[in-house]
C-alpha cells in the first residue's frame, strides 16, 4: 500500500480525537440501535400515504422535481428507480451489442444485470482504499477498443470528483456515467459536470428516502428525449402497489428507529429461533424478485408527490445531522494511522473529495469475530446490511484485489442520526476497544 503514506497525513488533519467516554465507565450494554434507519417522519409518511388516494397528475408532478431539482440546464428525469432509469438511458443511447462498460467494481449485482440485460459486457476495475474512488491505472487498463463508457458509483456516501476519469474517457471517447445512488447530497447537486449522466437513488434505506424512485440528471437533450419515448411504452406501476409498501414500510419504521422496541423485537424473534438482522434486511429491497418485471414501469403518482414533497421541503441542517453524528465516530475511532501497514482496522474512504455518511463501514481483520464482540456490548454491527458487492467481469473474470478485500472484511455500525450524540461516544469507546484486541492485522492486498 505504497500509496497510503501520502494519504495519512490529510486523514490525520482532518480527524482529530474526539473526548470519548472512558470504557471502564461501559457497566452495561447498550441499547440495540439498528444499522439500517428509515430517513423519513411520520408526517411525511401520511401524506405520501394520503396521496395515493388523493393523487395529483403526474405531468404535473413531474414538471414540479424538474423545475425544483438540480442547478443546471440539464434534463431532469424522474424514473421508477436508479435502475430503471440506467436501463432507459442504455436503451436510448443503442451501444453496439457486445460493447464494454468499465465498472467501479463496488456496486449492486443488479447494475450489472441491467447491463447485461442490454447485451452489453461489464469490466470491473478496481478502487483505491483511501477515496474509494477508481484505481486510475485499473480504469484504463480496463479499457478496450470496445469500451462506450465508464461508471463510476459513489459508494457509502464519498463523493469524488471526476476529472481525472473524464481525462481518460475524453482520451477514449467514452461517456461517463456518475452512480450516486448513495452520495445524494440535496437538490442542488447536479452531480459531476463531466458526466453524461448521473443517477441519485432515493429507495427505502437511502437519504431523504421515497420509498422508491430515482433521478437522473441527463447531459444530451436527444438522449433525454428518446428516454421518454421509451419509458411511455411501459405501463404505470399500479398506485396500490406503492399503498402496501408505504404500509410495510410504516411496521418496519416503528421498529427500526425506535430502540426500545428494537429491543423487544430482538428478544421475540430470538425466542421464535428467527436472525432480526436477516430479517430487516429482507423486508426492505425494492425489488426483491423479478426485477426486469418491477423496474420496467413508470413511476405511480404517489411515489412522484411523494419524491416532489421531499424535494421542495428539502432541509439542509436536518439532512446533515447524518453526517454529523458520523463524524463523532470517526473522530474517535480514527487516528493517525488510518491508511498505514500494520493496522487492525481501518474506515475506507475518508480521503475521498467529500466524506459524507450512507451507512458507517469499518474494514476489519475478522468480520465475524468483531461483530460478535459488537453483540456481547448491545451493538448490532452488520456485514451484509445492503445490496453491494463486488462486481465480476461478465465472463467471470476480474482483476479487482482491493475491492475485493474491502467487501470481505467490511462490516456497519449503527452511526446515523436516530442515536444520539451521547450513544455514539459511548458506542465509539466500545468498538474502539474491541477493534484494538482483535488479534492480528490487516493483510492489504498487493498491488
Known amino acids: 500500500m505504497e500509496s497510503s503514506h501520502h494519504s495519512t497525513k490529510k486523514a490525520k488533519n482532518n480527524y482529530r480525537k474526539h473526548d ?5 465507565r461501559l457497566k452495561t450494554p447498550m441499547m440495540p440501535y439498528n444499522i439500517l434507519n428509515l430517513d423519513i ?3 411525511t409518511m401520511l401524506y405520501a400515504y394520503y396521496r395515493t388516494f388523493v393523487p395529483l397528475p403526474r405531468k404535473q408532478l413531474n414538471e414540479s422535481i424538474e423545475q425544483l431539482f438540480g442547478e443546471r440546464d440539464d ?22 451489442k457486445g460493447s464494454e462498460i468499465v465498472v467501479t467494481a463496488i456496486n449492486i449485482p443488479d447494475m450489472k444485470l441491467v447491463v447485461e440485460d442490454n447485451g452489453l459486457v461489464l469490466v470491473p476495475c478496481d478502487v483505491m482504499l483511501e477515496t474509494l474512488g477508481p484505481d486510475m491505472i485499473s480504469l484504463e487498463n480496463a479499457i478496450t477498443d470496445k469500451t462506450v463508457a465508464i461508471l463510476v458509483a459513489h459508494v457509502y456516501g464519498r463523493r469524488n470528483h471526476l476529472d481525472a476519469v473524464a481525462e481518460i474517457a475524453d482520451k477514449y471517447n467514452l461517456d461517463i456515467i456518475d452512480d450516486r445512488a448513495e452520495s445524494y447530497n440535496g437538490p442542488n447537486d447536479s452531480g459531476d459536470r463531466n458526466s453524461a449522466i448521473t443517477l441519485f437513488s432515493f429507495g427505502s434505506i437511502k437519504k431523504n428516502t421515497s420509498f422508491g424512485g430515482g433521478i437522473g440528471v441527463v447531459k444530451e437533450p436527444e438522449i433525454y428525449s428518446k428516454m421518454k419515448e421509451l419509458e411511455n411504452l411501459w405501463n404505470i406501476r399500479p398506485m396500490n402497489d406503492f399503498r402496501v409498501k408505504i404500509l410495510k414500510y410504516t411496521f418496519a419504521m416503528l421498529i427500526m428507529n425506535n430502540p426500545i422496541i428494537t429491543y423487544f423485537v430482538h ?31 413508470r413511476p405511480d403518482a404517489g411515489l412522484l408527490a411523494l419524491l416532489e414533497y421531499n424535494i421542495r421541503n428539502f432541509d ?6 447524518a453526517e454529523k453524528h458520523s463524524s463523532v465516530m470517526t473522530n474517535i475511532i480514527a487516528d493517525d494511522r488510518i491508511y498505514s501497514d500494520n493496522i487492525k482496522y481501518t474506515i475506507p474512504g475518508l480521503n475521498a473529495s467529500h466524506v ?35 462486481l465480476d467481469h461478465s465472463n467471470g473474470d476480474s482483476n479487482t484485489p482491493m475491492a475485493r478485500f474491502i467487501m470481505d472484511k467490511i462490516i456497519y455500525i449503527p452511526v446515523h442520526k436516530v442515536v444520539p450524540i451521547r450513544e455514539i461516544k459511548k458506542m465509539g469507546a466500545i468498538v474502539k476497544r474491541v477493534l484494538e484486541e482483535t488479534e492480528g492485522h490487516l493483510q492489504f492486498p498487493k498491488l
Open 20 to 24: 470519548t467516554i472512558s470504557f471502564a
Open 41 to 43: 417522519n411520520y408526517k
Open 75 to 96: 434534463q431532469i428525469f424522474a424514473g421508477l428507480s436508479v435502475r430503471s432509469i440506467f436501463d432507459l438511458w442504455l436503451k436510448a443511447k443503442g451501444y453496439k
Open 267 to 297: 428478544k421475540i424473534l430470538a425466542v421464535f429461533g428467527y436472525e432480526h438482522k436477516t430479517l430487516f434486511v429482507a423486508i426492505l429491497p425494492s425489488f426483491p424478485n423479478n426485477l426486469f418485471t418491477h423496474l420496467r414501469q
Open 316 to 321: 439542509m441542517n436536518e439532512f446533515k445531522k
Open 356 to 390: 459524507d455518511y450512507w451507512l458507517f463501514p469499518i474494514i476489519v481483520t475478522d468480520p465475524e469475530e468483531v461483530m460478535e464482540k459488537l453483540e456481547k456490548y448491545g451493538i448490532d454491527s452488520y456485514k451484509e446490511s445492503t445490496q453491494l458487492s463486488c
